[in-house]
């Protein structure tokens, strides 16, 4: 390693870019959603989602007799955020409620980095008509 300390190699502007710290946002997302379309026990639901990060949002969810699973999508400005939640369902009335938790898992543009795990995702579904209220809230690291 000629030219080099004899420990710790190159200098780290020699060695390249340094690694850059994970930066968090705190979610707090709420959204309206109406259904698009179902198939047998999958609602797809589009609405907006306002909070920290303000998009149009997409959910799949696959209603089973007391859980609800979720592919979520959400495209803010400049990007978009995918991700996965699993929530226990109940039914009271004409409502059916479900609490769980959310992960991200991928995102692109500007959100390229982002991920979390544990989110808290609750919401709503009012049974007449599909019209679903979710909640996202929780850390996302960028």
């Known amino acids: 390693m000629a030219g080099y300390p004899l420990f710790g190699g190159p200098p780290a502007s020699a060695a390249g870019p340094l690694a850059r710290a994970a930066r968090s946002l705190s979610l707090n997302e709420r959204a309206r959603l109406h ?6 026990l999958t609602l797809n639901e589009q609405g907006s989602a306002s909070g920290t990060i303000r998009g149009t949002i997409y959910i799949h969810l696959h209603v089973q007799s007391r859980h609800v699973t979720a592919e979520v999508n959400i495209y803010p400005s400049g990007g978009s955020l995918s991700g996965y939640a699993s929530a226990s369902y109940h039914v009271v009335g004409g409502y059916a409620t479900f609490a769980g938790t959310m992960s991200v898992t991928r995102g692109t543009g500007s959100f390229s980095r982002a991920h979390a795990t544990g989110l808290r995702f609750a919401g709503s579904i009012q049974r007449i008509n599909d019209a679903t209220t979710v909640e996202v809230s929780g850390t ?3």
Do not use: F, G
């Open 35 to 40: 259904r698009t379309s179902s198939h047998q």
């Open 140 to 142: 996302l690291y960028e």
